[in-house]
């Protein structure tokens, strides 16, 4: 599986960008996506992540009611839509896929469920 990250980009504080992972190489409508990122000198963080049904979403508390994560299995692709951004939120954004999902799996936030992972794409949020 092979993915590719985009729609990164500067933003001012306040702003909204969509970030897309695409997927190929695998059976993308069995496949769990999950969003990590991670900024200069911290760790990595897990941010949402969805499953093969579509509304079985996961969000950490930060990012809870102004991210949206979503799917279009007819497009190999899942969306990241950011809304009121803050500069906290400037980090590297990495998409990791699990290929190997049953329908009833809830995504985990932890990265050792992800068994492939794209390049990342960056988001600057300018206070």
């Known amino acids: 599986v092979q993915l590719q990250a985009s729609g990164g980009g500067l933003v001012q504080a306040g702003g909204s960008l969509r970030l897309s992972c695409t997927a190929s190489?695998?059976?993308?409508?069995?496949?769990?996506i999950g969003w990590f990122r991670q900024a200069p000198g911290k760790d990595r963080e897990f941010v949402a992540a969805i499953g093969r049904r579509g509304d079985d979403t996961v969000y950490t508390d930060s990012t809870k009611g102004r991210f949206t994560i979503s799917r279009d299995n007819g497009k190999n692709t899942v969306y990241l839509q950011m809304a009121s951004l803050k500069p906290e939120d400037t980090a590297r954004y990495y998409c990791a896929a699990n290929p190997r999902v049953i329908l009833s799996t809830t995504p985990r936030p932890d990265p050792t469920f992800y068994d492939y992972w794209g390049q990342g794409t960056q988001v600057t949020v300018s206070s």
């Open positions: 190489g695998g059976t993308f409508s069995r496949t769990a």
